[in-house]
């Protein structure tokens, strides 16, 4: 992540701040977790996406040195606050990853 192009890293976070649409649709939609575990989820996912759109923001402004780190951290630090939002980070994140990929290859980039 750290070699990445500023617009690549932008393109990056674009991608997982859609991927994260998805996961709050998976959320919504699973019916195994109760309501209040669901609002949980929906809490801490809206908390997690606002400092996503901080960091991609920082990039613009050109305060992004530590974009992986924070990206990580709040990652980190916003899965521990609910389970059902943990077990949608991973495939959200992978998910988001894997299209970033698809795009560079057929962009003729391979960073």
């Not at 400092?51 to 924070?70: K, P, V």
């Amino acid at each position: 992540m750290h070699s990445l192009s500023l617009p690549d890293k932008l393109k990056f976070l674009d991608d997982l701040l859609f991927y994260f649409t998805i996961a709050g649709r998976g959320i919504w939609s699973d019916e195994q977790p109760i309501d209040a575990e669901k609002v949980e989820a929906f809490k801490w996912l809206n908390e997690l996406l606002h400092r996503i759109w901080n960091i991609r923001s920082g990039l613009q402004n050109g305060e992004g040195e530590d974009f992986a780190t924070r990206l990580y951290e709040n990652i980190k630090f916003y899965g521990e606050q609910s389970t059902l939002l943990r077990s949608h980070l991973v495939p959200t994140i992978l998910g988001a990853f894997n299209i970033f990929q698809e795009r560079q290859k057929s962009h003729g980039q391979h960073d």
